[in-house]
């Protein structure tokens, strides 16, 4: 039987590279440099399946219609890099990694938090400088988290997660803003108060930590207006994307003390991130970071090569994108 086609358009762990290939005839991209939403377009009409990640644009532009690809496997589980309405218009299955990556990423919002709340990246620049001059009773003062109110807004899987992490460890008191109902079996031990708008989370919280899609109506949702709710003494933490928080509200807010604090694994226009951001202190920045451990990143690819299976054998597929 011929083989289905499909283009792998980053580098992926090896293992799973090499399961894709033992049933497909896959082409990886060995360079693991970005393609062009334009190459990506023409892929479509060369490839069975095109397995995207979150670094790559596929924008309505590139769907034009008669494609010979049938499904998107995305490599992860935010999709808002996709043209989903254009895609599925254009007759495509999209499908996504939910779930595999929700521990990791809740453990990169803890490291945000307690690397800002405790000013570990300010600690370990001054060691590697050789600036650290000994231990003084009012050197690098941070904040103590316990007892403290997180704020989660978005309180799907990887909310919920970072919340049961912080109040499990640290005893803080959770608060948080969901658009729909979230039942205490989703949430399990974690107790945790519904607030009625992401504006009483903001104003309740000494840490708020983000956790929406990205995208669409939350795109720059939390702008110069709700950033003032958040206080001088609040830490603003964002796993989830960068479109989320409009950056230049986000920088004022910062250089004039209107709020403590920021921690960001995600920006808006990755892997730009603003110089304005790069000088201050008081500002955590990692690279994306939040699924990146081996276990997760085998996850997530098999979890790809899942749904390609269930598609190619004329099944339902696990995780469609709606
Ligand atoms: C995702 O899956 O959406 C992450 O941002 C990358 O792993």
């Known amino acids: 039987m011929v083989k289905k086609k499909v283009l792998v358009t980053r580098k992926w762990p090896a293992s799973v590279e090499a399961r894709l290939a033992r049933d497909y005839d896959v082409t990886l991209n060995d360079t693991d440099t970005p393609m062009t939403p334009e190459e990506i377009g023409a ?3 060369e490839y069975d399946a095109i397995c995207p990640t979150v670094s790559d644009k596929l924008p ?3 769907f034009t219609g008669d494609h010979k690809a049938q499904i998107i496997g995305n490599f992860g589980v935010g999709y808002n890099h996709i043209d989903v309405a254009a895609a599925h218009a254009a007759g495509l299955t999209i ?4 779930g595999c990556l929700t521990d990791c990423t809740a453990d990169i919002a803890i490291t945000l938090m307690l ?8 600690g370990e620049r001054e060691v590697r400088s050789g600036n650290w001059t000994g231990w003084r009773p009012t050197h690098l003062m941070g904040t103590r988290l316990r007892g403290k109110t997180l704020g989660i807004v978005g309180m799907g899987r990887i909310g919920i997660a970072t919340a049961q992490r912080a109040q499990a460890a640290f005893g803080m008191h959770v608060v948080y803003y969901n658009r729909s109902t979230v039942s205490q079996d989703a949430m399990g031990a974690l107790e945790a108060t519904a607030l009625d708008s992401i504006d009483a989370v903001l104003k309740a919280s000494d840490v708020v930590s983000l956790h929406m899609p990205g995208g669409g109506a939350n795109s720059k949702m939390i702008d110069a207006e709700k950033l003032r ?5 609040a830490m603003l933490i964002n796993t989830a994307r960068g479109d989320v928080i409009d950056q230049d509200a986000l920088i004022h807010a910062l250089q004039n003390g209107q709020i403590a604090g920021a921690g960001l694994d995600v920006f808006d226009g990755e892997p730009n991130v603003p110089e ?3 000088s201050m202190e008081n500002v955590v920045l990692l690279p ?3 699924s990146a451990t081996t276990e997760t990143r085998e996850d997530m690819g098999n ?3 899942d749904n390609l299976d269930a598609f190619f054998a004329g099944r339902d597929v696990p995780n469609p994108v709606a």
């Open 43 to 45: 892929a479509l009409n």
């Open 60 to 62: 309505a532009s590139i």
């Open 95 to 98: 499908t996504n990694t939910p």
């Open 115 to 122: 690397m800002l709340a405790r000013r570990a990246g300010e």
């Open 229 to 233: 709710l958040l206080g001088p003494k």
């Open 276 to 278: 304005a951001l790069m």
């Open 288 to 290: 994306h970071l939040g």
């Open 303 to 305: 979890m790809v090569a």
